[in-house]
């Protein structure tokens, strides 16, 4: 136990290079904050707005709900869009809320959990999103091969609806990768420390 | 005029207590640059939230929180990557030279010794050394209090065992 207190003692009376005048430290404080979480944030609040603006950056979005209708799903691609503005604002007033809540003056686990719920709220928004894209793409593909006339037609020449199927696939399957990877970069390498940091809190209260 | 004297103020207080800063700084980081730089993001943290320190505790106790806080979660420094296993066998002693050349050569083992350690633990070692009560370590890192007993405990025996493997190697 002596040897902790010697240690105790030598840390209380530690001396650095560095000391910091009055006139240095208002200089400090005057700087811009370099926290990279902030970038979280800024990326979230894009995303939301990318969203709300789909239908002015897509061309001829409204155009494609006449071939929803020809289709026989006006309503339910009309049904669709609400759902997923309902979502949105839904998602976007849990952000704003917990961001709201985020201080630096917390214990260490609330500030963790906070900054991490925060930006659950935007990725609980993409998976329902894109959750709805691909019911909603496999009805209208569905429809489409029922009763778009091109596509009757392209079916009964070359009779091939298993390559239809085969190249939708990929190119899903080439969306949800390029999400996935951009994710990985964009907030993986900031958020996975923290959750490492949040889980280690929470085993130590287990 | 009464910004004026809120900044002066906290100036001072930081001024003061600025060993502390250095202490989470020297913990959380491996080389003087990083130092500097995670100081002031303490620093502008700090002032920032100054507006929300109320007095109701004491000014170094409400500075581990917003300390750790940006150690942990707000400041990310990118860590160089180095592939070759011979260079990183080497970095940390030349970092340790370089770094406080005044520093006391236990404390400098100490620091070495624990830049392996788990960013939580670090913060449970720091608060250690400072001496703190279990409910204040609860407290600052939301955990309860009996947990940070358990976990203080096997801090210290962890310790305790660095320094006596230190001694018998």
Known sequence: ?206 | MSSLKNEANFVSLLNENQNLVHKICRMYTDSKAAHDDLFQEISIQLWRSYDRFEGKSKFSTWMYRVGLNTAITLYRKEKKRIDSGVLQDNIPQIAVEEYDSEIDEQLAWLYKKINAFSEIDKALILLYLEDKKYDEIAETLGISSVNARVKMNRIKKRLKEMINDRHDG
């Open chain 1, 1 to 206: 136990m002596d040897e902790l207190k010697l240690l105790k003692n030598k840390w209380a009376n530690q001396k650095f290079d560095k000391q910091y005048s009055a006139e240095e430290l208002n200089g400090l404080i005057q700087k811009k904050s370099k926290s990279s979480i902030k970038y979280i944030f800024y990326l979230s609040v894009a995303e939301f707005f990318l969203y709300i603006s789909i239908p002015f950056i897509v061309p001829n979005y409204y155009e494609s709900f006449d071939y929803y209708k020809s289709l026989n799903l006006y309503e339910f691609s009309i049904a669709i869009s609400v759902i997923g503005y309902i979502l949105l604002l839904y998602f976007m007033l849990r952000f704003f809320r917990n961001y709201k809540r985020i201080s630096v003056t917390d214990s260490v686990k609330g500030h963790l959990s906070t900054i991490l719920n925060t930006r659950r709220a935007v990725n609980q928004y993409i998976y329902f999103s894109l959750g709805i894209l691909l019911v909603f793409l496999c009805v209208v593909m569905y429809s489409a091969l029922l009763f778009d006339e091109n596509l009757v037609a392209f079916q009964e020449k070359k009779d091939s609806i298993v390559m239809i199927i085969f190249i939708i696939g990929i190119v899903i399957s080439l969306i949800i990768g390029v999400f996935g990877l951009l994710y990985y970069f964009l907030y993986g390498r900031l958020l996975n420390p923290l959750k490492k940091n949040e889980k280690e809190l929470m085993n130590i209260n287990h």
